[in-house]
């Protein structure tokens, strides 16, 4: 019997896109693909959510690639613009479920700590949830066994309670090699379907 609903933010309820960074400084959107791809990458950045300072992050790729210093310094010094807001279909779905009081609702993200409270700040949404778990303060992410652990454990959850939903694919069999019910999300009417399958909604 589900109990609690855990939501993963990047990706399921905020529009998180590097590339934005990016556009401004390439115009061929090729250009930005292959920066994202070859300089400030995907791994890079999930080294950050595992709780790398983003001091000691950009100087380790400026050492690297010393051609593209400015632009590395572009990555956090315009952050903020990555976030190009809510999923409000899939905010609508968390309010529904938030106001017919039938579950507690967490959140669990891979996210680092020094940008977490812009988020905090500019999205009211993120106020609703029971608790939050980040994995840049946490220093360890998804999927890994313990970050899924720390949440169970902090809120007194039990796994074969919980209702998991993550973009990732890796993130959702994580969760569910701990017994917790997941969903992989891949767009909120796929969401609000499934939710509806099982009985949340």
């Not at 998180?16 to 920066?35: A, E």
Request: net charge negative.
């Amino acid at each position: 019997m589900i109990k609690n609903i855990i939501f993963d933010l990047g990706g399921v309820l905020i529009d998180w896109d590097p590339k934005n960074v990016f556009r401004k400084v390439f115009t061929d959107s090729n250009q930005v693909d292959l920066f994202i791809e070859y300089i400030c990458t995907m791994e890079w950045n999930v080294q950050q959510d595992a709780g790398r300072s983003l001091e000691n992050a950009t100087k380790v790729l400026q050492l690297k690639h010393p051609e593209w210093h400015n632009t590395i310094a572009k990555y956090y010094g315009e952050w903020e613009t990555m976030l190009n807001g809510p999923i409000h279909e899939t905010v609508k779905i968390f309010k529904t479920i938030k106001d017919a009081n039938k579950y507690k609702i967490y959140a669990l993200t891979n996210w680092s700590a020094e940008t977490f409270p812009i988020a905090i700040e500019r999205y009211d949404f993120l106020k609703w949830f029971n608790g939050i778990v980040v994995s840049g303060i946490e220093k360890c992410i998804k999927p890994d066994p313990k970050i899924y652990n720390i949440i169970l454990e902090r809120y007194n959850l039990i796994a074969e309670e919980c209702l998991f939903i993550d973009d990732n694919t890796h993130n959702v069999q994580g969760a569910k090699s701990l017994g917790i019910e997941a969903i992989h999300f891949e767009s909120p009417d796929q969401l609000d379907k499934q939710l509806k399958i099982i009985g949340v909604l």
